[in-house]
Every structure is written in C-alpha cells, then in structure tokens.
C-alpha cells in the first residue's frame, strides 16, 4: 500500500478537464514539493510537474498541478486521446527519509 | 540531451544477485547538481524508489531495501549500476534507472528493462 493516495482509475472524453488527485501526510505532501509522472507502456516515464507546480520545456501547458496542505492535483485540460496513461505523484517523506510514489491513477479518455 | 539505457540480465534465480547497469549517453553521468538513481516497477503494482547515488559516490537508499542494494558510478564508462542481493520473486520488476535533480525529481529516465527472479 502506497504512503501516497491515488484514485485508481480517471476517465474524461476529448476536450474535457480531469483532476487526477494525490493525499498524503505531513511528513511528505505536507513539507515537499510533489512532482508528477506520466507512464505509457513501452515508453519512458516522463516528468510532467516538479516543485508541486511548475512544467518542465516541452510539456504542454495543458497540464498543471498544485498543491494544499497535505494534498496535491494534477489538471489535465483540453483532454486528448494521447493522454491516455498512468500518472503517478511523488514526493520525499521525511519520516521514511526516501521518495515516495502514489499508486498511480490509470486515466481512460473515452 | 541526456540518454539513458539499462543493460543486464533479464532473468535472475532466487537467492542470487541482480546486477544492471545504466548506459549514459549525449551527456555525463551525474553532476553536482544531479543523482543516479533507480526505480522499479512490480507487475501490477506501481513505482518504487531503490536509491540514488550522487557524482561524489554518496549514496540514498529505499530503506526497506538498504540491506541488499549498492549503487556505484563509474565515470570513466559513463554509467552507473545496481546490486540487489538475495533476490527473491518479489523482486521480479521493471527497473528503471533515471537522472534526478537533487536526488527526488526524475527528469530523465531509460526504457526500463524487465527483469524476472525465477528458478
């Protein structure tokens, strides 16, 4: 059982907007920056947001994150076919003094 | 731009050690600024952190992993690798290596290779 909590599953149709969220604790969320990550099989992972919300070059500014208290989001906006994917949120925990991962939130754009 | 790629067995026994390297290309293995590091994937499960290790050698380490892992850099092939001992079907997992900002954020990752512990 992941430290960070993830809805399993998210579904939006084209063009829609999708809240993925992350919960977690004071001890990670709560005193850290969260980053995100998108998982498409067979591909490498991609950094979508790090330091909670900010977009590494590249990545469209469709997607965004935030973060309050001990919980983050991730906004997809605009959805497309290609945003198909597992995203997963992460942070340092400073109880566990390590990076923790959520479950991960399988999006279907139907 | 940064390319990684891992390299090693894709099938280990029980109870031996899994070895993986991490090809580094278009740029150097780890900076100051930067961490090598690895995460793995269960089947069916998600991402778990194993560790990092900086360009000065210093290292970090899933704590319930601590006991089996060491991480090295060798600067002069560009790659970094890892050791996990004592593997068991647990360990059966995707493993990824990645360049980290500051050991927690994962900007660049390889493809990942599978890797399975069975008999």
């Known amino acids: 059982q992941s430290v960070l909590t993830q809805s399993p599953s998210a579904s939006g149709t084209p063009g829609q907007r999708v809240t993925i969220s992350c919960s977690g604790s004071s001890s990670n969320i709560g005193s850290n920056a969260v980053i995100w990550y998108q998982l498409l099989p067979g591909t490498a992972p991609k950094l979508l947001i790090y330091s909670s919300n900010q977009r590494p070059s590249g990545v469209p500014d469709r997607f965004s994150g935030s973060k309050s208290g001990t919980s983050a989001s991730l906004a997809i906006s605009g959805l497309q076919s290609e945003d198909e994917a597992i995203y997963y949120c992460s942070t340092w925990d400073d109880s566990l003094k390590g990076v923790i991962f959520g479950g991960g939130t399988k999006l279907t754009v139907l | 731009q940064v390319q990684l790629q891992e390299s090693g067995p894709g099938l280990v026994k029980p109870s031996e050690t899994l070895s993986l390297s991490c090809i580094v290309s278009?740029?150097?293995?780890?900076?100051?600024?930067?961490?090598s590091s690895w995460i793995r994937q269960s089947p069916g499960k998600g991402l778990e952190w194993i560790g990092y290790?900086?360009?000065?050698?210093?290292?970090n380490y899933n704590p319930s992993l601590r006991s089996r892992v060491t991480m090295s850099v060798d600067k002069a092939k560009n790659q970094f690798s890892l050791r996990l001992t004592s593997v068991t079907a647990a360990d059966t997992a995707v493993y990824f290596c990645?360049?980290?900002?500051?050991?927690?954020?994962?900007?660049?990752w390889g493809q990942g290779i599978a890797v399975t512990v069975s008999s």
């Open positions: 990645a360049s980290s900002v500051g050991g927690t954020t994962f900007d660049i």
């Open positions: 278009s740029g150097s293995v780890a900076t100051d600024s930067h961490y």
């Open positions: 290790i900086s360009y000065s050698g210093s290292t």
